[in-house]
């Protein structure tokens, strides 16, 4: 199975701009994860989908958003970019049900966000 | 603040020594999970403990959990230069359905050959 992909691997915006990021679970999977990572605040939870539906979301401001298409694919949008939004950007995919408490996740290499 | 603290930010050791690493935690958990990164790139899962487990093996790696002092520690055997990386944990706490990850600060470790 081919595992969790992220386009672009790479990113370079100034501020103001907005930005989309993509994420291509394992097949198989329904839910996809985002995180961000950054060095002074280590690895942080953004939000959760399953099934085109935002299940789970972390402390971050409205101008993070996500969704997911019905083929499980998940893109996030940041708007309005600020120089502290440069961080490595994680998508993880896991097999779990509607019920079901959390799995282990596959995370993709990640895209690398840079803001001028 | 972060849910999970790990002891020591950073190790260095030779190859073929065995790495310990510890986590701390502040609530109660469903499970924590054990994820490896090699230089800045994605996170590879290692190990998930139930809060009703108290050890668990795979390969060189063993953890344990003991949920009435909120910590874990994952130890690494006869360690290899390629176990050069960032470990870190992760717990879930939340009461619903579904993923939400709350992740340590990890430890970085160094293999020497």
């Known amino acids: 199975k081919a595992g969790v992909t992220q386009t672009p691997r790479y990113l370079i915006k100034t501020r103001g701009q907005q930005v989309t990021l993509s994420c291509s679970p394992i097949?198989?999977?329904?839910?996809v994860s985002w995180y961000q990572q950054t060095p002074g605040q280590g690895l942080q939870f953004l939000f959760e989908?399953?099934?085109?539906?935002?299940?789970n979301k972390g402390n971050f401001p409205g101008r993070f958003s996500g969704r997911q298409f019905s083929n499980s694919r998940s893109e996030m949008n940041v708007s309005t970019l600020e120089l502290g939004d440069s961080a490595l950007y994680l998508c993880?995919?896991?097999?779990?049900?509607?019920?079901?408490?959390?799995?282990?996740?596959?995370f993709g290499p990640g895209t690398r966000l840079t803001v001028l | 603040s972060q849910q999970g603290e790990e002891d020591p930010q950073a190790l260095s050791i030779q190859e073929g020594e065995n790495a310990t690493m510890n986590c701390s935690y502040k609530?109660?958990?469903?499970?924590l999970q054990w994820y490896r990164q090699n230089s800045g790139r994605g996170l590879v899962h290692l190990i998930l403990?139930?809060?009703?487990?108290r050890e668990k093996h795979s390969g060189r790696l063993r953890v344990t959990l003991d949920t009435s002092k909120k910590s874990s520690s994952l130890l690494i055997t006869a360690s290899r230069a390629a176990d050069t990386a960032s470990y870190f944990c992760?717990?879930?706490?939340?009461?619903?359905?579904?993923?939400?990850?709350?992740f340590g600060g990890g430890t970085r470790v160094l293999v020497k050959p």
């Open positions: 403990i139930r809060s009703n487990e």
């Open positions: 609530t109660s958990i469903n499970n």
């Open positions: 989908y399953f099934s085109e539906t935002q299940r």
């Open positions: 992760a717990t879930d706490v939340y009461k619903a359905a579904g993923n939400k990850l709350t």
């Open positions: 097949s198989g999977h329904r839910s």
């Open positions: 993880a995919s896991s097999w779990t049900t509607s019920g079901t408490r959390s799995n282990e996740q596959f």
